[in-house]
């Protein structure tokens, strides 16, 4: 009997109708012969009402006590879609994390998955019940309630579907698959039928909000074939899960072998929330990276692209790099404490930057990629300021003005648009 | 080390500020010396709105996933609390019910408690940490949360102060103490400074709505003494506990030995959510009584006062009997389904009465106070319609018009008025 995981996010139990939404899909996967876990989210605003209650009793509060008030939304609403299936005449049962048990490491507020115990839930599982699943939830070496952090239950699913040996794990949310690119920026850009784990997780972290980085390199590392699709159409329009080629609704997250026809380019991916720092004049010898480096990582500020171009005369060098918006003030302020020792000139920071990135498993075996991106933006008068690549993705640092232009210029570029 | 267990309900942590309020009055014991535990009902309306909830996904819901929806409430303000002292530094830590364990039977939404393990919450105790407690909640033998009944945070905090053999259990309340009768009702009514566990009983069952039953009867079995006090009070006004003679705030509920001058009659109660069914002409022979409430019980109608004239001739009597004012239209239909069995001529029910009770250990020796009663109110121009004692309580049933009067005129007659 195929086994399926099923997540739904906050905006998709974010009331009773939408609960009951929910289990009409649910539903529909147990009529057609699945076996079914569904890992929920708290309903939407619910965690963020308990996280401002935290806040308000204590702003230095415990991480264990934060967990213990946060984790409580999901429970609610996994007794709520139980409830409602069982109005449906469909057997299921609530589990919360330290029922599985799910158990983490002990860092509370970001705690990381370390085992899941399924035998009790897969005996639930085989008597036709379907298991209802809290999820951001776990439970610490000190038997107290962890969370995963932020967009935490994604990463349920996909741990609850590797340990379970389910044959998909689909994530329902506001959105009914992975798109070439933003579609509010690219009315041209189209849904995707299949994306691979690699483009999907540079996707991810380059700014498409859709799944959790963490969750996507889960689902790669145990093979987890993750399919996104809307929870919001009604749940008789979509066919059943089966294990034949893929003809599902939403975009299929899978391994790079299934997908046959490859295209160069996937998709094109921007981020607006970074900032810029440029140090000019760095004494241009060995340990100055370190020398910078250190001290920001020292303050947990994350760094992202880094350009260091060749001086001149071998003395000097002027070093570009980027940090989360957030971070810029913090960044400046770390660098002035650490000027003299760093020996530089001047520093400046800039949050009129955008980073937009080409992401496809295709680049591999395709040359030139770069240079037509490069050329095409020339031709519309687009300043690069930055480049940083890997193997399947090449990501570069523009004003943030021409954003827009830059993401269409390479949609249709690449071919992507409108199929 | 003197240990205290103390319970706050829904409106002493209805929201942040009262949470505060709350852990102020903590910090005052523990600053006086004081090992603390510490009860927790969820906050005012929380409750509510977890029950509205699991209603509207299912009217014949899962009893187990209905507590695992309503227990989230009570672990929420735990985990507030503890937030809360430690902010004021004072160590603590939040329980779930699951964590204790507090162990219960598996009649999920109305479960007992059998067990708790509290050692390794007197572990923490005795490191000095506050243990927050979420009250109304435990583990039932298949492992999920259960839950107590309404007013069952009472009951956690009376059985936790058993099980850990604490000095006494302080419930924080929006009363400041137990009265010899309803302060609406009565304006010369007074603050009790003690009264007996089978006094509070009667008080509790009989509508003085401060205790929960089920919470005195275990506090009379395990000899917990109990502080009905207020949560408004300001933290610094109040005494801290000491185990000496009584002079602090609010009521002691305890033995009837502690109780050095003891009144004839300490408090007169009324209950208002009553009806009376009587049956005209029923048969007078063995059985009927099993015949007219054999139904009912299997109805589950709870029967309270059960008044049965001789007749005259031997052969007929008439029977009267009363219920909660909710279940009289299910009491009527089931008594007109056995007419024929039970053979009575009418059924008559009416919801315009009151029980009115008066309650004292001191009747126990003093003879004449039901004589004295009947006598005042007879000279009032009050009817009773019945009669029933017990060895410390007399409760009559009169007209509901006439309740406010005969309250008030107890209540002097037994010199009660403003001491």
Redesign the interface.
Known sequence: MPLLVMKFGGTSVAD?GK?RAAAGHVKREVDAGNQCAVVVSAMAGHTNQ?VD??Q???A???A???D??VS??E??T???????L??MDVPA??W?G??IPIRTNEAHGIARIAKIQSEDMKAGLSREEVAVVAGFQGIGPD???TTLGRGGSDTTAVALAAALGADRCDIYTDVDGIYTADPRLVPRAHRLDKISYEEMLEMASLGAKVLQTRSVELAMRHSVRLQVRSAFEPPDACSAAHNGPWDGPGTLVCDEEEIVEQSVVSGIAYAKDEAKVTLLKVADKPGVAAGVFGPLAEANINVDMIVQNVSDDGRYTDLTFTVQDSDLDRAMAVLEKAKKKINYMEARGSTDIAKVSVIGVGMRSHAGVAAQMFGALAEKGINIEAISTSEIKISILIDAAYTELAVRTLHSLYGLDGK
């Open positions: 009773l609960i308990l209650w935290t308000e009793a204590g230095l509060h415990d264990r006590e934060y213990a008030v409580s939304g429970q609610v996994a007794g709520l879609l139980a409830i409602t069982q109005g049962r609530s919360q330290w029922q038997d107290r309630i």
